[in-house]
């Protein structure tokens, strides 16, 4: 899920969307939420409100230890995208190498798709109906973009056609199978549909067998993890569906001792976790809750990310 705490911008391939009218661009109403484009399939969806996460300085701090002031500039010069102002943006991996991002925010999504198109160094579709989109291969991957609506885009490396024809499938056919159409995915998504990050695993977790994790989880069914920013505080609930045995909190607290003595809970400043989380479990499922420090996580980010964010926003990644 690397790529998925990225904060970008979106367009995306519409080479075997099916057939819809000509000229057909549906507004940004009749889109409706980005997520429910999502074909079922994903293991794990991103969904964020960029915008309201920037207004939140333990947020923007995070941010800013991986994108500079100059480097956000010149990524909105070449674009035509502020990332700081998309409104809604949902993103899923496609590994080992792929993404799929769609995002919504003010700016021209025709205008982004051409300046898209004009990074790539074999472009091979240029479309202007039914909807602008460009395609073609740069660097080591294959991106595909498009205008979803005058201000929705997609971008996809790497992603099959099939993928992306599902996608755009759903503009119009909101019955074709989506990834939130697992009742439990349904109500965790809706749920916490108003938080600014939500990371969202619509079936159960993919664990191997025989551990102490995978026997704790054997039950679950749909996992979500929310982050809800205040000041420089970082509120996280992770919310997870299914049935749990009897003691599942002192199970869950000493999963956090163990995670956070690691190399990887060190860097992220998990130490404190284990003593100030809240666990409940019932009958739904279980709600683990605890609150994080920004400036505990700035070195672990940017040790994890930096890399990613410099590949999506310096001018020789022909991702943007």
């Known amino acids: 899920m690397r790529r998925q705490l990225l904060l970008s911008f979106a367009c995306l391939l519409l080479a075997c969307a099916g057939t819809p009218r000509r000229g057909d661009r549906l507004s940004d109403e009749a889109l409706g939420p980005l997520v429910e484009l999502v074909p079922k399939g994903p293991s794990v969806i991103l969904v964020a409100k960029p915008r309201v996460l920037a207004q939140q300085p333990g947020a923007l701090a995070l941010f800013r230890a991986l994108v500079s002031e100059e480097r956000e500039r010149g990524f909105a010069e070449r674009t035509g995208v502020d990332p700081l102002s998309v409104e809604e943006l949902v993103a899923f991996e496609l590994p080992p190498n792929g993404y799929v991002m769609l995002a919504r925010g003010p700016f021209d999504a025709r205008s982004v798709v051409e300046r898209s198109g004009e990074r790539l160094a074999l472009p ?3 479309s202007e109906q039914p909807v602008v989109r460009r395609e073609g291969l740069a660097g080591q991957g294959r991106y595909a973009y498009a205008a979803l609506s005058p201000h929705a885009l997609l971008v996809a490396r790497d992603a099959s056609p099939e993928l992306l024809a599902a996608i755009l499938a759903r503009r119009a056919h909101r019955e074709k199978p989506a990834a ?3 009742p ?3 109500s965790l998504h809706d749920e916490h549909a108003n ?10 977790l993919a664990l191997q067998p025989g551990g102490n ?7 679950e069914r749909a996992l979500g993890v929310t982050v809800h920013p205040t ?6 609930a992770i919310d997870l569906r299914g049935e749990f045995p009897p003691g599942a909190e002192h199970n869950f607290r000493a999963l956090a001792e163990s995670l956070a003595a690691t190399s990887l809970g060190q860097a992220l400043g998990l130490s404190r976790v284990p003593t100030n989380m809240a666990i409940r479990v019932d009958a739904q499922g279980a ?3 605890f609150a994080l420090d920004a400036r505990d996580l700035i070195a672990g980010v940017r040790m994890m990310f930096f890399d990613d964010m410099r590949e999506l926003f310096d001018a020789e990644s022909p991702a943007r």
Request: aromatic share 0%; net charge negative.
């Open 124 to 126: 091979d579709v240029v």
């Open 184 to 186: 439990d995915a349904r």
């Open 231 to 236: 000041g420089m505080a970082l509120g996280v």
């Open 180 to 182: 939130l159409a697992p």
């Open 213 to 219: 994790v995978a026997l704790l989880l054997s039950r």
């Open 195 to 204: 938080e600014p990050l939500l990371l969202l695993a619509p079936e159960p």
């Open 287 to 289: 709600l683990v809750t």
